[in-house]
């Protein structure tokens, strides 16, 4: 089947407004725009947070504070629900990889408690939420937090 076999389904395609061709068109003369004034010249319009001159709110409240960007830890999510698809008992970044369900960056991982475990895991992992841990560890395995630097890069791990 190509692109050019597909049916098109009633409704989904319209004709365009063809502007400017006489007032029995419903869209002629002013072409839909109104009578004069900035937003009805070409090119016109104003730009987003104008607000007449005034000024505007995002220049009146203050900036306070300063966040580094370059130390910013991001998280890719794997909920406790997943787990289950893994193959063996040991969870860690490269096993999360090869199943897919992280990509292989320098984001951290942290294990989410959606869901329900009935196989004993011990799970390495940056993050570990509350429920996972209980979930985790009341099915017989155990957790193991992963130390991470600002760049991402794992360290020695810390058990807790």
Known sequence: MNLE???TIKGSTHSNKRLGRGHGS????TSG????GQKARSGGGIRVGFEGGQMPLYRKLPRRGFNNHNFRMSYQVVNVADL??????IINRKILV???L?????????ILGTGELNKAFSVE????SDSARTKIEGSGGSVVLITT???GESSQPITE
Do not use: L
């Open 125 to 128: 992992a940056d993050k570990v």
């Open 84 to 89: 289950a698809s893994v193959e063996g008992n």
């Open 98 to 100: 090869q199943a897919g």
């Open 102 to 110: 992280v990509r292989d960056n320098k984001q951290g991982i942290k």
């Open 5 to 7: 076999n597909i049916p």
């Open 149 to 151: 630097k600002s760049s």
């Open 33 to 36: 725009k109104g009578h004069k």
């Open 26 to 29: 419903g869209h002629g003369k």
